[in-house]
């Protein structure tokens, strides 16, 4: 078939669309609205993935964290790197990172004169921090950390008047454990007994392990500020047990509340400076975690693989987010086949329509391809004859439906839908948005399109059929 054929072939195929505008406007109508729902469908997913995934990058992990063999499964005190902010420079140097945190972890009990309750006391370098993650940025009620340490007393010696006080209390407190589990003692004397020991340890530690002069600086999440029946200004005593295993109770001043989204971290996380974190857990230039940020989504991969070569960092874990947290990676993955279900179901529904409406114009029109048989034309130029017809209905119909999907994946990633219902709701530790936002990405555009086009030419494929094999005698004597 020459070119001047092809062009009488679409100059036909064209007039018979214009010559039943009702029924060409209902199928058009029918692609386009397919189109325009995958296309949304697709924006409203990719939308709804993007801002948990970030919710769990941004406020939490970073890219790629590193840390000491086993710590990431098994958290514990001990299991801290030296030299944590020399390596934190080195990982700086890279060209694939755009900024690093070092970070320090550890249990504590934070105690008010009204309650009592475990946490976990997370040490952060403010500066560094606000470039990772934007945790910083979620303090909903007072004031963020200071960017400076709080200045710690050096610690001194105990005399050995104190040295000789210290061996007492650790046999009575041997000799109290005892009887406590005897029920030798009554509650009274236990409690009296307690307060005294209390009282003769701290003025030790006073010596040993001095505290601030003034207290140091803590942003608490909203649901643990809540649960402490603390605010901003107020005063939450850390006790804790340090990497030697000796006691520590020092004073924190509530700077700020924080809400993250993420319920878990909002309930149970303290953030302090980390030099006033190591200096509570006595862990001087170390640190459990080092969090990266990458420069882009491309860079985190090689980043990790090329940090893991670094000098330094060969004894240590260097895992991507991907790898830390295979549970959002496959919830991630099922919104992406749910989504690519859901697209396939709407396609398919405009593509039955589309079938049906050709079908019913080859019925129709049976006379005229019996006389156009007649004439000279093949079964083949039947066959795409209406075949351009499809394409060029598919053609129109999904370019109005592109049009339809982008102005409302742009609308909704500008203004949004809220979802008061979801306020506060996380799943896997991934916080789902309070306002659903559309994000478009071309594989949400042309997967809608390219699988319309693709169905509405396969729906085309019986009508086609169907008009090539009209016999000419039948057909012109059709009524």
């Keep these: 078939m020459n070119y001047r054929q092809l062009q009488l072939l679409v100059t036909i195929a064209w007039r018979n669309l214009s010559r039943n505008r009702r029924r060409t406007l209902i199928a058009g109508w029918g692609i386009a609205l397919g189109v325009g729902m995958g296309i949304a469908s697709f924006g409203v997913m990719d939308g709804m993935n993007d801002d948990m995934l970030h919710s769990v990058t941004d406020v939490q992990l970073g890219h790629v964290q590193v840390h000491e063999p086993g710590y990431s499964n098994h958290p514990k005190l001990a299991l801290a790197f030296e030299h944590g902010d020399e390596l934190t420079r080195r990982a700086e140097g890279l060209p694939e990172v755009a900024a690093v945190s070092p970070r320090v972890f550890g249990w504590a009990l934070a105690r008010t004169e009204r309650k009592s309750v475990g946490v976990q006391l997370a040490g952060i370098d403010p500066r560094r921090e606000a470039k990772v993650t ?23 010696t105990l005399d050995r008047a104190q040295q000789e006080l210290d061996d007492k209390l650790t046999q009575r407190g041997i000799e109290r454990a005892l009887a406590e589990i005897a029920a030798l003692d009554t509650p009274s004397n236990v409690a009296e007994r307690n307060r005294d020991v209390e009282a003769r340890t701290n ?11 003034s207290p140091p600086g803590v942003l608490l999440g909203d649901k643990l500020a809540h649960k402490l029946q ?5 005063i939450v005593t850390f ?10 109770s020092v004073d924190f001043r509530v700077r700020g509340i924080v809400h993250t989204g993420d319920s878990a971290l909002d309930g149970t996380r303290a953030l302090a400076h980390i030099e006033d974190v190591r200096h509570l857990f006595a862990l001087p230039d170390r640190a459990h975690e080092l969090a990266i940020r990458a420069v882009g989504a491309a860079a985190v991969a090689p980043l990790a693989e090329r940090l893991a070569r670094q000098p330094g960092f060969e004894t240590l874990e260097v895992k991507t987010w991907q790898q830390l947290r295979p549970d959002v990676v496959a919830m991630l993955g099922t919104n992406s086949v749910l989504t690519a279900l859901l697209v396939a179901i709407i396609v398919a529904a405009a593509a039955i329509g589309v079938a049906d409406t050709v079908v019913m114009a080859v019925f129709e029109r049976r006379r005229e391809f019996g006389v156009l048989g007649a004439v000279g034309m093949r079964p083949p130029a039947l066959v795409m004859m209406v075949a351009a017809e499809t394409v060029l209905l598919s053609v129109g119909a999904s370019l109005a439906g592109l049009v339809l999907g982008l102005t409302f994946d742009l609308l909704l990633a500008k203004v949004g839908i809220p979802l008061p219902g979801l306020s506060d709701f996380s799943l ?4 789902i948005p309070p306002v659903l936002h559309a994000t478009v990405t071309p594989e949400g555009v042309l997967v809608p399109l390219g699988c319309m086009m693709v169905m509405a030419l396969a ?3 019986w009508p086609a059929w169907l008009a090539a094999h009209t016999d000419p005698v039948i057909a012109m004597n059709d009524r």
């Design 134 to 156: 934007r945790v910083l940025d979620s303090v909903v009620e007072g004031q963020s950390l200071a960017p400076e340490p709080t200045d710690w007393p050096a610690p001194g």
């Design 203 to 213: 003025e030790l530690l006073a010596v040993v392990a001095p505290p601030p002069k």
């Design 230 to 234: 603390v605010g901003p200004t107020d």
């Design 239 to 248: 006790m804790v047990s340090d990497a030697q295993g000796s006691p520590s």
């Design 428 to 431: 896997a530790g991934a916080a």
């Design 459 to 461: 729906a085309a494929v």
